[in-house]
């Protein structure tokens, strides 16, 4: 795996989530996980999964899963991940 390439890609998907709305992103509690397929720049396939919890209790601040590997076994054991909070009043927790 391009780990760079892996970085951008999470990178990118992160900040598409953190443009969402706390009620947008509570919709991920309801889905479970979720796996999505993106295409690096030198073609390579990626697996993102996001995935969202109660930081701490229920209906609080959620915390917000991002990670992603190429597929193969020694990635798909150990993907590059990232997450963040987000207050139900649509601040950043810890930043």
């Known amino acids: 795996m391009n780990r760079e390439e892996a970085q951008k890609i999470l990178d990118s998907q992160i900040s598409e989530l953190r443009a969402k709305t706390y009620d947008e992103l509570r919709r991920f509690l309801e889905r479970g996980a979720v796996t999505v397929e993106a295409v690096g720049s030198s073609g390579a396939q990626y ?15 959620l915390r917000v899963f991002v ?23 649509g601040t950043f927790v810890g930043e």
Not at 55 to 60: C, H, I, L, Y
Not at 74 to 79: F, I, N, V
Request: net charge negative.
């Open 47 to 61: 697996q993102l999964e996001i995935e969202a919890v109660w930081d701490q209790e229920p209906e609080s601040d």
């Open 67 to 89: 990670s992603v590997d190429d597929g193969t076994v020694g990635r798909a054991l150990s993907p590059l991940t990232d997450d963040f909070i987000i207050s139900a009043n």
